[in-house]
């Protein structure tokens, strides 16, 4: 039988009530003959309380050391979902063990909060398979080269799952979410939109970046270097559907572009609040500029997005470009304090108030004015686009955030995205 590992969410693990129904769920896969590996989150909320404690008795700023406690801190919600599952996995009958990302060991760099993974020891895992236990590992953490227990950052579990798989040669990672599958928009603001049975990961990658929430794209990242197939599937349909229809439920998110797939010219429509545009006004129109600015932005740490330079008028132009939410203030600060006096531009001004809505599909590739459909469909809602990004299969337009669900409605309806998948 095959290798699977199985992630679950922090809503999938909520309660005793809900991880007791993912040990039946995975005992039913081991019990097919399967080698199983499970990765879960911390039980929903559980993080935002811990770091909220935190938060409590040291306010201020955060230094490396509280960083490092942070970590500390955070990595004990998965440690204590993991041991609950293996406890009920042995409720179940299923011989079952669980270990903290440093005790695989998982190895990361020492980036605090945002660490990234280096690589994963597998023998230990391995043996336990082969003497038929089910072995849970702890997802969104690991351990730095002096020790240190590190966490990969939010959605980090989804990261940790396909890195083990990727590891363990895994056959598929199950991705068991909140959701049933990959939808061609947010269910949330457009009722209409379809579950996708398959995406290619190009657009998955593409989804992700864009705003998309089902998955965290270092996960899809790490998929698509090691071509691990995934599946994102629902956790709250019964434990016990039939093994062959669960195993064939959900979204696949494949490697080819084969005759099966949706042919679609856009799969899918994204967006993303968490956005905000910062502009340098009248900075010279020079060589080097451009890495003036963006270069002491990245020596700060923030990543930049979407990025436009306007035409020179008298030797100066303004650079815009959109930065993280959480960064804002961070960046005007830097840019007011540090940027402009050394350039000497004008001024920066800021909007906290955009949004990036792109349109994603692999049939942009062979489909002409597929953009100017777009511009178009927004013109003829009184939509103003603020900005434009593009590559092979997408195209993001940064608009007032206001317009956001107005804009996600109109190309939806644009490009046909409730209309049903061709049998």
């Not at 996995?89 to 980036?111: C, D, F, K």
Request: with cysteine.
């Amino acid at each position: 039988m095959a290798l699977i590992v199985h992630k679950y969410g922090g809503t999938s693990m909520g309660s005793t009530e809900r991880i007791a129904q993912v040990a039946k769920r995975v005992a039913k896969w081991a019990r097919a003959g399967h080698k199983m590996v499970v990765v879960p989150s911390a039980m929903s909320g559980e993080t935002n309380r811990l770091l909220g404690l935190a938060k409590e008795l040291a306010p201020g700023k955060p230094t490396a050391d509280y960083l490092r406690e942070q970590d500390m801190l955070a990595a004990t919600g998965e440690q204590a979902s993991s041991a609950l599952l293996a406890i009920a996995l042995q409720a179940e009958g299923q011989p079952a063990v669980s270990y903290a990302g440093w005790q695989v060991p998982i190895r990361t760099s020492n980036a605090y909060t945002k660490a990234r993974i280096d690589s994963i020891d597998d023998k230990k895992v391995r043996a336990d398979l082969d003497a038929g236990k089910v072995v849970i590992i702890t997802g969104f953490q690991g351990v730095d080269e002096g020790g240190n227990i590190t966490t990969l950052g939010r959605g980090g579990s989804d990261t940790s799952a396909v890195a083990v798989a990727a590891a363990l040669k895994a056959d598929e990672a199950l991705i068991f979410t909140d959701v049933d599958g990959v939808y061609t928009t947010d269910p949330r603001i457009v009722p209409e939109a379809r579950r996708l049975s398959t995406i290619s990961f190009e657009e998955m990658l593409e989804m992700a970046s864009l705003g998309s929430k089902v998955l965290q794209i270092r996960s899809v990242e790490f998929a698509g270097k090691y071509k691990v197939p995934m599946r994102v599937l629902s956790s709250f349909t019964p434990w016990d559907i039939d093994l062959t229809e669960e195993a064939k439920s959900g979204t696949l998110i494949t490697f080819e572009e084969d005759e099966q797939m949706e042919q679609a010219v856009v799969s899918g429509i994204a967006f993303n609040r968490d956005e905000a545009k910062i502009s340098v006004l009248g900075v010279p129109d020079k060589p080097g500029i451009a890495y003036q600015i963006l270069g002491a932005v990245a020596d700060a740490n923030v990543e930049v997005d979407v990025i436009i330079q306007n035409i020179s008028q008298g030797g100066k132009t303004d650079f815009s470009f959109t930065v993280n939410h959480n960064d804002f203030a961070k960046t005007l600060d830097l840019l007011r304090d540090k940027v402009v006096p050394a350039l000497g531009a004008a001024e920066v001004v800021g909007d906290p108030r955009i949004c990036k809505v792109s349109i994603v599909g692999i049939g942009m590739r062979s489909h002409v004015g597929v953009a100017a459909k777009m511009f178009r469909v927004l013109s003829e809602e009184g939509i103003n686009i603020q900005m434009i990004s593009t590559s092979e299969i997408k195209s993001s337009v940064v608009i007032d955030e206001k317009y956001m669900e107005l804009a996600v409605k109109a190309l939806r309806r644009a490009f046909d995205l409730d209309r049903p998948a061709a049998a």
